[in-house]
């Protein structure tokens, strides 16, 4: 901590124009620099700007990055606040309460803890794998308050460690600051994967270099869906999780009584460790005796291939990275999706079951779903859905872009 910088001790004054004084007092976190009509000095990432409507009255205190089109992260609006190491506890405690269910099952060692804006800490976000915890942030911006912040979180939490991750939009500005990824802010050194237990079930992440801060722990109940789907129908035996990661479907798949599965996955690393998690399952009788395989490539190419080999599944999963991260790309996305849907629903015989995901926020839910529907007719396939589900309680939303995840269950006819 002691490398790192410390915000200014002066505060710096924003006017804004009408439309964003209109989003901020409707509670929305992001301040956007075309929003900005005078700021009182030019600042550095992490510096505290308070913003104020055209009458000079206080609108929000946040987070200013000059270097991301996000200006300031709203840390608090309405009512002045004076930010400091107890603010940030009393924001972590918050987020605590609403994690209590889940830290009292003991088969479910990982969850998120903080999720930035929808807790409260804009572009800060905390996930917890058993004693390991993951401090991942989206903007420079935090790297001054990690004074204050760390400390609270070891007061709240007492983890083994505390690991250092940075998002993709951030990486540049952070390593400027020659802040390595992957450092540990606190407590013992990392080597290796850390386990964990979800709903039972083993997983080792690697919390330094794996996507995200290591695991996915936003699909949690819907690996417990399809696992309780495959365990309350014997007919769904064989199945395709394509875009597999780690493979944390394929398990809850095998665990609940799926003889064939095969992990789909560009990433070679991914799927070793796919395979590493199985072995760490061997237990479960249904893992044990699963035929397990991974599929190393592209999945746009495979699941064409798979269709030209006659391969057939009673259940395909579909979890794709976030295909739209801006606005622009919200066409190639919507077609991308559209040619998934198509190629995996051939795949799926008939009345066997297609689970579609979306990560992506640009992409509302009833756009995904007409476009997993269009797809799927181009196929000439009917769906016929059987639930859409959205968030986990760990993963609150509180504005419209935090709401990402969406998940289609169908039969496909
Ligand atoms: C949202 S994650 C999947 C998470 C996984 N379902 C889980 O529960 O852990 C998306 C995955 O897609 C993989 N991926 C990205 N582009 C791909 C492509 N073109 N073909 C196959 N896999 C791809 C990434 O390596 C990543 O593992």
């Given at each position: 901590l002691?490398?790192?910088p410390r915000p200014s001790p002066q505060r710096m004054a924003l006017h804004v124009r009408p439309a964003a004084e209109r989003a901020l007092r409707l509670g929305h976190p992001w301040l956007y620099d075309a929003s900005i009509r005078d700021q009182s000095r030019e600042g550095r990432p992490g510096d505290l700007a308070v913003v104020f409507d055209r009458r000079d009255r206080f609108l929000a205190i946040g987070l200013y990055d000059p270097?991301?089109?996000?200006?300031?992260?709203?840390?608090?609006?309405?009512?002045?606040?004076?930010?400091?190491?107890?603010?940030?506890?009393?924001?972590?405690?918050?987020?605590?309460?609403?994690?209590?269910?889940?830290e009292v099952d003991e088969n479910t060692t990982a969850y998120r803890l903080v999720h930035g804006e929808n807790d409260g800490?804009?572009?800060?976000?905390?996930?917890?794998?058993?004693?390991?915890?993951?401090?991942?942030?989206?903007?420079?911006?935090?790297?001054?308050?990690?004074?204050?912040?760390?400390?609270?979180?070891?007061?709240?939490?007492?983890?083994?460690?505390?690991?250092?991750?940075?998002?993709?939009?951030?990486?540049?500005?952070?390593?400027?600051?020659?802040?390595?990824?992957?450092?540990?802010?606190?407590?013992?050194g990392i080597e290796g994967p850390v386990t964990f237990m979800e709903n039972g079930l083993r997983f080792a992440a690697d919390l330094v270099h794996g996507q995200k801060t290591g695991f996915f722990?936003?699909?949690?109940?819907n690996r417990a869906k399809v696992g309780a789907l495959i365990a309350a129908d014997t007919t769904l035996r064989r199945v395709l999780n394509v875009f597999a990661y780690t493979g944390a479907f394929s398990l809850y798949a095998a665990r609940a009584g799926a003889t064939r599965v095969v992990s789909l996955d560009v990433s070679e690393p991914a799927l070793q460790s796919a395979l590493a998690n199985f072995d760490l399952n061997v237990q479960w009788p249904g893992v044990a005796s699963a035929r397990h395989e991974i599929a190393a490539g592209d999945a746009f190419e495979l699941l064409g291939r798979f269709d030209e080999e006659d391969k057939r599944f009673d259940v395909v999963i579909v979890d794709p990275p976030a295909l739209a991260r801006s606005q622009a790309d919200v066409p190639v996305a919507g077609r991308a999706y559209r040619r998934l849907a198509a190629d995996a629903t051939r795949l799926v015989r008939p009345d066997g079951l297609l689970v579609m995901s979306s990560c992506s926020s640009r992409v509302t839910a009833n756009a995904f779903r007409r476009l997993v529907?269009?797809?799927?007719?181009?196929?000439?396939?009917?769906?016929?859905?059987?639930?859409?589900?959205?968030?986990?309680?760990?993963?609150?939303?509180?504005?419209?872009?935090g709401d990402y995840l969406k998940t289609i269950y169908a039969r496909v006819t």
């Open positions: 002691d490398v790192l270097d991301s089109p996000i200006r300031v992260r709203v840390l608090q609006q309405g009512t002045p606040a004076t930010i400091s190491r107890e603010w940030f506890r009393e924001r972590i405690r918050r987020s605590a309460a609403l994690r209590r269910p889940l800490l804009p572009g800060l976000v905390v996930d917890r794998y058993s004693e390991s915890y993951v401090l991942k942030l989206d903007t420079a911006a935090w790297l001054a308050h990690l004074h204050d912040v760390v400390p609270a979180l070891l007061t709240e939490y007492r983890p083994e460690r505390l690991v250092l991750r940075f998002s993709r939009s951030a990486r540049e500005a952070l390593q400027r600051h020659g802040i390595d990824e992957g450092c540990i802010l606190a407590g013992k722990l936003d699909q949690r109940e529907r269009q797809g799927s007719r181009s196929a000439g396939r009917s769906l016929h859905q059987l639930a859409q589900t959205g968030h986990p309680a760990d993963h609150p939303i509180t504005f419209p872009e």
